[in-house]
């Protein structure tokens, strides 16, 4: 599926009906991105799992590259925890703690676009330069919010001083990823939530 100049896609009649047919067109490109890559995904395999022609599918995505990065916006979506509302009642031991379920939750509930990324930055050069940045943004946000949290913990008493609050962060961050890992190739033999949280509870506040 070459690049292609085109107008920009316009929206057919019915706004609700057009959103709904976006929405299957990027379901259904997902799933191929994430089967057979970027460079080998095209139009006609699109069109053929969709039940479409190919001219559909330029009514709502006028490129190849537009459609891919509009997978990634969906999919990336999730990745945003809005915590903010949710932890403002909480003091900093229980909403690192609720940091953590949400991350474990997170990666028990959206493993197959967890997959999709990894398979992208894996096998495609393309895709890594669009991906990397955003994931990285997240991975930031997601640390600095665990760092600020760690330090007044430690202020207040709550949690541990025997790391900085950087490193206690980092060393969270990278058990975390260890069990995304392998939660991707065992399943649910991979994640056991109450255990999870009952080590890292235990390491960070010595309960």
């Given at each position: 599926?070459?690049s292609i100049?085109?107008?920009?896609?316009?929206k057919?009649?019915?706004?609700?009906?057009?959103?709904?047919?976006?929405?299957?067109?990027?379901?259904?490109?997902?799933?191929?991105?994430?089967?057979?890559?970027?460079?080998?995904?095209?139009?006609?395999l699109?069109?053929?799992?969709?039940g479409v022609?190919?001219?559909?599918?330029?009514?709502?995505?006028?490129?190849?590259?537009?459609?891919?990065?509009a997978?990634?916006?969906?999919?990336?979506?999730?990745?945003?925890?809005?915590?903010?509302?949710?932890?403002?009642?909480?003091?900093?031991?229980a909403?690192?703690?609720?940091?953590?379920?949400?991350?474990?939750?997170?990666?028990?509930?959206?493993a197959?676009?967890?997959?999709?990324?990894?398979?992208?930055?894996?096998?495609?050069?393309?895709?890594?330069?669009?991906?990397?940045?955003?994931?990285?943004a997240?991975?930031?946000?997601?640390?600095?919010?665990?760092?600020?949290?760690?330090?007044?913990a430690?202020?207040?008493?709550?949690?541990?001083?025997?790391?900085?609050?950087?490193?206690?962060?980092?060393?969270?961050l990278?058990?975390?990823?260890g069990?995304?890992?392998?939660?991707?190739?065992?399943?649910?033999?991979?994640l056991?939530?109450?255990?999870a949280?009952?080590?890292l509870?235990?390491?960070?506040?010595?309960?």
């Amino acid at each position: 599926m070459k690049s292609i100049t085109a107008k920009k896609p316009r929206k057919p009649a019915g706004e609700a009906l057009w959103a709904i047919r976006r929405e299957e067109i990027l379901d259904a490109a997902a799933r191929l991105f994430a089967r057979h890559g970027y460079p080998e995904t095209d139009t006609q395999l699109l069109a053929d799992e969709l039940g479409v022609g190919k001219g559909t599918l330029y009514r709502y995505f006028a490129s190849k590259e537009e459609l891919f990065f509009a997978v990634l916006a969906m999919l990336l979506q999730p990745y945003v925890i809005d915590f903010a509302e949710e932890a403002g009642a909480l003091d900093e031991k229980a909403q690192i703690l609720k940091l953590i379920e949400s991350y474990l939750l997170f990666v028990r509930d959206n493993a197959n676009s967890i997959r999709f990324f990894v398979a992208q930055l894996l096998h495609d050069e393309k895709a890594s330069d669009g991906l990397t940045g955003q994931v990285l943004a997240l991975y930031e946000g997601y640390r600095s919010l665990l760092t600020g949290l760690i330090t007044q913990a430690q202020e207040k008493g709550f949690c541990t001083r025997h790391f900085s609050p950087e490193l206690a962060a980092g060393f969270l961050l990278s058990t975390l990823n260890g069990m995304l890992i392998g939660y991707l190739f065992l399943g649910n033999q991979g994640l056991d939530l109450e255990g999870a949280i009952g080590m890292l509870r235990q390491w960070l506040f010595n309960d």
